[in-house]
């Protein structure tokens, strides 16, 4: 994708000095157009998904139950750019509830770099969830039309009144059928997801062998022990990445892996 044009003003954070320190012989400093381009996807017809996560140097998901403890200027330097190249946001039920989420804010400046690259002027929000224990009011404001994808045995009624506010994309039986619910979006023009989580949802991915990208923040943290990983649920075999990038910024080290 092209980022000519690209309008610096909306994504800069004063005092932040992103640094590309992979691979060898990288520029050095990162501008906001440099960083747009190194996570933007060369071919955005093939379906692609991206999974998103901030961790500590021990491993934690979170601090106090939210990954906003993690985070900091750099990591929402890159979030944003990883939200703004996406067609739809997929995230678990739990994280919508633990992470506050009020559907997806892009300024009038991101909008229209999105039009200007010919893409929605804000990505689609789909919740993932089996109980639909979800809070409508999570929509209220929202300006594209959501996605909620369960399965077949979550409560009907539920599935009603959801559908009030949101498309409900049914994909397996009994659980969640990843396989059934990403072509389903890809079918919607949705190819290029970003997962922001949470664990659950990550592990059910990678455990269906679905997860092509994980770019993933470490915050120079020490959390301790008792919290959560970035990936959680059944085991499932191990996958290799390779490397893409890696960048520095306050400590923080922002890299992104591809299968």
């Known amino acids: 994708m092209s980022v000519v044009g690209w309008d610096e003003g ?5 005092g932040v000095e992103m640094r590309l320190i992979h691979p060898a012989g990288a520029p050095g400093e990162v501008s906001d157009a440099d960083l747009a381009e190194l996570y933007a996807m060369t071919d955005r ?11 500590s140097l021990d491993g934690a998901a979170e601090v106090d139950g939210r990954s906003g403890g993690l985070s900091g200027a750099p990591d ?3 979030f944003k750019v990883l939200r703004n190249l996406a ?4 995230v678990g039920a739990g994280t919508v509830r633990a992470e506050s989420y009020r559907g997806l804010s892009l300024g009038a400046a991101r909008r ?6 010919g893409l929605a002027e804000v990505p689609t929000l789909v919740v993932v969830s089996s109980a639909l224990d979800i809070d409508t009011d ?7 039309r959501p996605i909620v994808v369960t399965h077949a045995a979550s409560p009907a009624d539920r599935q009603e009144k959801l559908a009030e506010v949101a498309d409900v994309v049914l994909a397996g039986a009994s659980t ?13 023009g949705l190819r290029q997801v970003l997962c922001e989580g949470g ?5 059910s991915l990678q455990a269906a062998g679905l997860v092509d990208e994980l770019c993933l923040t470490l915050a120079p943290i020490v959390a301790g022990p008792g919290a959560s990983r970035i990936s959680a649920g059944p085991p499932s075999p191990p996958t290799d990445f390779a490397l893409v990038h890696a960048l520095e910024d306050s400590g923080m080290l922002l890299l992104r892996y591809q299968r």
């Open 10 to 14: 909306w994504l800069r954070w004063k």
């Open 45 to 55: 017809s093939r379906p692609r998904l991206r999974v998103n996560f901030v961790a």
């Open 76 to 78: 929402m330097r890159v």
């Open 87 to 90: 067609d739809a946001v997929l």
């Open 112 to 117: 229209e770099w999105r039009r200007a690259a």
């Open 138 to 144: 999570v929509f209220a404001d929202i300006p594209v």
């Open 176 to 188: 969640v059928d990843f396989a059934v619910a990403l072509p389903a979006l890809a079918e919607r």
């Open 199 to 203: 664990p659950a949802l990550f592990g």
